[in-house]
């Protein structure tokens, strides 16, 4: 089955992605990346692979596999 996998140093902390995951697979960290911006999780056990993320990522931060 397919799972989303995020870069998160290419993550600016928008959180657009988690606001429109369906399965809230996608959870907001207080860690934040090399350029300074706080960082997201996936959830691998609720990703369904949708494919969502992909979509509404401005930032091309994940990848669908």
Do not use: H
């Not at 960290?29 to 960082?39: A, S």
């Not at 997201?40 to 993320?53: E, N, R």
Request: glycine content about 8%.
């Amino acid at each position: 089955m397919a799972k989303a996998s995020a870069n998160v140093e290419l993550c600016k902390g928008c959180q657009l992605c988690v606001g429109n995951c369906p399965r809230k697979a996608i959870i907001p960290l207080e860690t934040v990346n090399k350029k300074g911006y706080e960082i997201i999780k996936v959830d691998q056990d609720l990703c369904i692979g949708c494919g969502i993320c992909y979509k509404v990522c401005p930032d091309y931060v994940f990848t669908i596999e």
